[in-house]
């Protein structure tokens, strides 16, 4: 299933594809997750990776065993109802070095019952699905 994903991901990215599609490509993922600009820079797997939330700075970690691949976001208030705007900082493995962008405007898109939250920021198309944990 995963790798069907990673193929019409691709094929998007290939052809371009409008932030309104890439936030749409946001909601269907259901797997915590950082993407940008359309591609996923971090893919959770829960059998080698871990997360973490601390609820005095409302931080989210997550990353793999490795430190290879990671992402933090630490939010103005802890994400909990759809259509909730926050601020927040973001941090992320990049291709070459690690991106952080500080103080973006986030949206939450959407709230599973399983705890799941789907952040979208408009500006830099960077799409979080985080899972609220205590």
């Known amino acids: ?13 290939l ?3 409008e932030p309104e599609n890439e936030v749409n490509i ?10 940008w600009k359309g591609g996923i820079q971090v893919d959770f797997d829960q059998k080698s990776g ?17 430190l290879a691949s990671w992402f933090t ?3 103005s208030e802890k994400p909990t109802t759809e259509g909730q705007k926050l601020s927040a900082d973001v941090s992320w493995t990049g291709d070459k070095s690690p991106m952080t ?3 973006l405007s986030f949206t939450v898109k959407k709230v599973s019952d ?9 500006e830099n198309r960077i799409g ?6 205590q």
Do not use: F, H, P
Not at 114 to 122: A, E
């Open 101 to 103: 962008y500080e103080g």
């Open 1 to 13: 299933m995963k790798k069907v994903l990673y193929i019409i991901l691709s094929a998007l990215l």
């Open 15 to 17: 052809y371009g594809c």
């Open 128 to 133: 979080i699905i985080i899972k609220n944990i």
């Open 114 to 122: 399983k705890d799941l939250v789907w952040l979208w920021n408009t």
């Open 73 to 75: 976001l630490r939010c």
């Open 26 to 35: 946001i909601l269907e993922r259901s797997e915590v997750s950082l993407t």
């Open 50 to 66: 871990q997360l973490a939330y601390n609820d005095k700075t409302n931080e989210y970690r997550v990353y793999d065993d490795k």
